[in-house]
């Protein structure tokens, strides 16, 4: 389990990477209660976790500027506007100016490049490792995302209760500032540049053919395609009923306070977090299979998640919900890092980010839903619909993703 970390950049990228998350699973737990409490909106709720998700529109830019200038330098500016943006939201609410309008604001301008960080920072995994540890260091680097929604959503909820907003920003700035610096760690070996076979160097010299390239070599791959859809299934239907509506389920559903919210945020990430450890320690995963009984375990959970009415059975869903996104999600990942060629990678995952972009989508379709026909409806209408199309996913690629002596389940 603990292989990857003999590798020196691995040492800098993990601890840059959980700093990061910490930061996000703040800011999110954080800004999505005050823009409830402070509008009593469930939609503007939607609206505010959609806008964080804006920037899957230009991630496959992104992925193919990181082809170019380095993944690692992507990263870092990435991280810098990260800081940027939280200091000025720190200062607006320790100066008592803080309003939902400025919350909006730079939940866009912050969403326009965070959507890009998790494929960024597999691409430089994937760069850093040798291939036998690929699906340990993925593993292993998840848990950066899983200990922040324990860790991270119990400690903002907690300084946000005590403190008020302004000081909880205050730890964020900090988280962000040392993922910066600990990722300015990270020295990646040179590369050798791809070849052209048409000797016009077209390819190295227009951004749009790059992508065009990185999309067509998605499209072309059957597993890679496959791998596709299911992230794009999971983030319209799956993710906004245990990630966005957090905080409007913790409220409205279950009448509990900030603390409550921080518990049901944390029990997801606890599951998440017992699977990721779990991979890790495991060998021979058939990945396409795992990928598809996660995804159907993650829908099953988010079912019965939908039919309870207490905290602590709610809790218990959560659990088992956030343990079959991790087996769904890390799988995703590996399947495409592993299928990648090194030169495509950024536009791989630049193209993986895209998918992303159904959340804000499904938030919205959410939010508008529940205020017409309650949550317990459309909680149970979002995870039949995933049901029926992850089974529709494994049926049409069931050569690539289910026989055990694909190529995705023998490595």
Known sequence: MLAPFRVRNYRFQWPADLFTSWAFEMETLILGWYVLAATGSVLLLTIFASLTYIGTLIAPLLGVLGDRIGHRNLLVAMRAIYTLLSAMLMMLALAGMLRPVHVFVIAMLTGLVRPSDIGVRGAVVASIVPHELLLGAMSISRTTMDTARIAGALSGAGLFAALGIGPAYVAIVILYCLSTLLTLCVVLPSRPQPVDESGSGASRKSPLRDLKEGVTYVWTSPLMQAAMWVAFLANMTAFPLSNGLLPYIAKEVYGTDQTGLGYLSASFAIGSLIASLLVSM???????????????????????????????????????????????????????????????RGRVMGVRMLAIYSLPLGLLAAGSLIERIGFVVTATSFAIVGLVLIGAIALRWRADLWYIDAPANVR
Do not use: D, K, N
Not at 307 to 336: K, N
């Open 282 to 344: 495991t060998r021979g995963v058939p990945v396409a299979r795992l990928m598809i009984v996660g995804t159907g375990m993650w829908y099953c959970m988010l079912l019965a998640f939908a039919q309870v009415h207490t905290v602590p059975f709610a809790i218990a869903f959560l659990l088992l919900a956030g343990f079959a996104q991790s087996l769904s999600m890390i799988s995703v990942l590996v399947l495409l890092l592993r299928t990648a060629s090194e030169h495509f």
